[in-house]
């Protein structure tokens, strides 16, 4: 029998009745012989309650001491969640034993709101596994040098799950949340899109880097860089279910390529719709311009995602880039009011509209055409392409937003990734 991370998104901890259901499953398989650790997320809302709390008491208010209150009111939806579960379990009859951060410890820096795991105690969780209890730890939130309380940042719990099983060299994590695994593209958009019963870890990476929201980033990161193997699958099943089939359900995370090259060449179509574009036209082609361009954006905090620079013409060139919606107007104002006038360009336009779509597969390193397939594609359905970027195993295009769907379905049939019916 194994040692055994679940993690429990908002929605599965939700209610007392789902916390109840939750408690059920996790006893099941501390049954089975299982020596189990569990990691909450607080109910769904809480989080956003709280932080509510906290601005209207203080609208607009970002300082430190401000941030470090942020995180000591934050870290209390999963204290609340854990000792929850830790009682269910109790009361079916499983000794059980919830920890906040800062008691394991979870040592982070102290980064308020988006602090990072440093490193994890594990004594105390691994006696009390010995003794036969299951244990649960927050998610979420760790303490700081100074004993602060920090957190890791929105949905930071999959990160604490991830790194709690890495620190006990766990078997695997489970990450259970309210959709069954990760899809070839979301199925909203896409209802012929399939859920994938394996996809390497760097593919995940790019996924959810890429808007793919099932899982927080930081999180497959941390799988892969300490080889946790990981599964994404549903807390919906009735918790009864036989877990021999639990176990093998929803989508594995996993680390042989090998025999993945041999399969399809796209594993999914991500996207994102929140992006806007800007371009500086006309700027003196010299030494300099981009650095002059986009380090005053960095400095203003805004980040700046595809990059392009035409070619110049009669020493002038146009430089365009994209930002997220929520910093557009931020960005457009810096640069066409302090940028522009100091590198002498002509001016500053920008499109609030835009969207990426992205096709990623490790099989793209040993085809060739994969990007025409979707140059074509999207041709064909008459969509422009405004902006190409690629990496080894992806290639995206900025489009108009009004034609994201169309983009999406058509790449989704042109890689062969629809459903049969
Ligand atoms: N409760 C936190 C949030 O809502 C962390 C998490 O759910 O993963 O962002
Ligand atoms: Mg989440």
């Given amino acids: 029998m194994a040692l055994i991370v679940h993690k429990y998104g908002g ?26 650790v569990v990691v909450p997320s607080a109910m769904s809302g809480e989080t ?29 939806g999963e204290q609340a969640s854990s000792a929850l579960l830790a009682i269910a379990l109790q009361s079916e009859g499983v000794q059980s034993v919830s920890y906040a951060g800062w008691q394991v410890p979870v040592r982070t820096n102290n ?41 890791l940042g929105r949905g930071g719990s999959d990160t604490s799950a991830v790194a709690v099983a890495a620190a006990l060299k766990a078997a695997e994590v489970l990450i259970y949340t309210d959709v069954d695994g990760v899809y070839t593209t979301d199925p909203r958009v896409v209802p012929a899109a399939k859920r994938l019963g394996t996809v390497s870890f760097e593919e995940m990476l790019e996924m959810a880097s890429l808007g793919s ?64 574009k800007i371009s500086v036209l006309g700027v003196p082609d010299t030494p300099g311009i981009a650095a002059g361009i986009l380090g005053p954006v960095a400095d203003a905090n805004i980040e700046v995602d595809v990059i392009i620079q035409n070619i110049s013409k009669d020493g002038k060139t ?8 929520g910093d ?10 302090k940028v522009a006038p100091s590198l002498g360009a002509s001016e500053v336009v920008g499109n609030p509209n835009i969207a990426k779509v992205s096709i990623v597969g ?25 902006m190409i970027s690629t990496s080894e195993i992806k290639t ?13 379905r058509s790449l989704h049939t042109a890689f062969g990734l629809d459903k049969s019916e």
């Avoid at 709101?113 to 596994?129: G, H």
């Avoid at 107007?329 to 009011?337: H, I, N």
């Avoid at 999207?378 to 392409?385: A, D, H, Q």
């Fill in 111 to 151: 980064s308020y709101t988006k602090a990072r795991i440093e490193s994890i105690d594990d004594q105390r969780v691994r006696a009390d596994l010995d003794a036969g209890r299951v244990v649960i730890v927050t998610g979420f939130q760790g303490i700081d040098p100074e004993g602060n309380i920090t957190t």
């Fill in 362 to 386: 490790i099989g793209m390193r040993s085809h060739v055409g994969v990007a025409s397939t979707m140059f074509r594609a999207l041709s064909k359905e008459g969509v422009n392409i405004q």
């Fill in 396 to 408: 995206s295009v900025v489009i108009d937003e009004k034609y994201l769907e169309l983009a999406v």
């Fill in 328 to 337: 557009y107007q931020r960005a457009l104002e810096l640069l066409s009011e």
């Fill in 11 to 36: 929605t599965s901890m939700g209610s007392t009745e789902r916390i109840r259901n939750v408690a059920k499953r996790v006893a099941k398989w501390a049954r089975a012989g299982h020596q189990m």
């Fill in 318 to 325: 146009d430089f365009s880039f994209t930002v997220s919606q």
């Fill in 48 to 76: 956003n309650r709280l932080l509510g709390l906290a601005s209207e008491l203080a609208p607009g208010h970002a300082d430190t001491s401000y941030y470090r209150e942020l995180d000591m009111l934050a870290a209390t």
């Fill in 213 to 276: 929201k099932v899982l927080q980033i930081r999180s497959v990161e941390f799988a892969g860089k300490y080889k946790v193997p990981m599964r994404v699958l549903s807390s919906f099943t009735p918790w009864d279910i036989d877990l021999e089939e639990e176990a093998k359900s929803g989508t594995l995370i996993t680390f042989e390529e090998d025999e993945k090259m041999e399969k399809a060449v796209v594993s999914g179509i991500a996207f994102n719709r929140g992006e806007a």
